[in-house]
């Protein structure tokens, strides 16, 4: 048995996460960031995210409407998706000056527009180098992600799934460092809530020391935020949870079956996945076969407001196969079937299949 407040916050976390869908640029301006992986099993995370709260979405609905969107793709406490809002917090970045090799491709894409990864390396060669994940990458796809990332170039588009770069988009006046460190906090509280404070400390500490130097400590900040109102503190079973300012009213989770991708806000913090639901989900995609407990890419079954299971789906030959399992016993109430069932139905209109 949970305790009714963490009952209250687990509710919160699905009721605000799990809006009514709406359309794609309302979606993604109401949560701010969107995590993008490429993986697809059966589609990659940004699109099983989206296809619960966009209404009508199909697999491949964000790329292909990427360049008429007012969107951007950049790092939040992840790679993704974000609202143009949430963009312009995230610069200007404080970081280092750029090297010959960078200052030289900057021109080239300033003079070039719209540019093709392959077309610098024709120009500046195919030399590699180890990345910062300790992969083996391109210099100039290097030095490409590097401009993106401080923001003097942006994804406009993908081309079988390679990134093509162009000059940023004319900014206004960037807002003060203060207003975008409480902003981007507030940003990762909006798309994460409830948040255990530990695991906002964990977000916001590398931020304060890497782009906001002389703001003090995570802690003192949040303290600070809280202190004034502009975040609110719960506690639950012994753990701190962060939550907007603005109290939403308690609402019942429909009794409805979704499954949720590896990546998606209301399974993304483990450790608030744990308290919440009494058991450890793990993304598997990366563990030897042999030693998956659950599949290759479960995705967390969501019941109500209560993660029960899971379920591992693939698509072939235009017919799509479901496999789900249980942390203990497969519900017993008799809607289940007929909403598992229902689950299955969208998820193929999703990946438009029959």
Known sequence: MITESLRRLRGYAVAGSLFEPAALQAAIDRLGFVQADPIRSPARAQDLILRHRVKGYRAGNLERQYPRLDIEEDYLYAYGFVSRRTWRLLHPRRTSKLNALEEKILKAVLEGGETHPARLEEHFGRKRMINAWGGNSKT???ALDNLHYRGFLRIVR???GIRLYAPARPQAEPLPSAERLKGRILALVNILAPVPEKTLHTLTAPLLRRHFPGFGAARTVLSDMVRAGELRKE???????????????AAEAPPRVRFLAPFDPLVWDRRRFEHFWKWPYRFEAYTPPAKRLRGYYAMPLLWGDDVIGWANASAAGGKLRVETGFVAKRPSEKNFKSELEAEIE??????MIG
């Open 346 to 351: 969208s998820l193929k209109e999703f990946l």
């Open 235 to 249: 506690t639950a079973e012994g753990l701190d949870y962060i939550l907007p300012a603005v109290k939403m009213p």
């Open 158 to 160: 993908r081309e079988n």
């Open 140 to 142: 100039t796809t290097y």
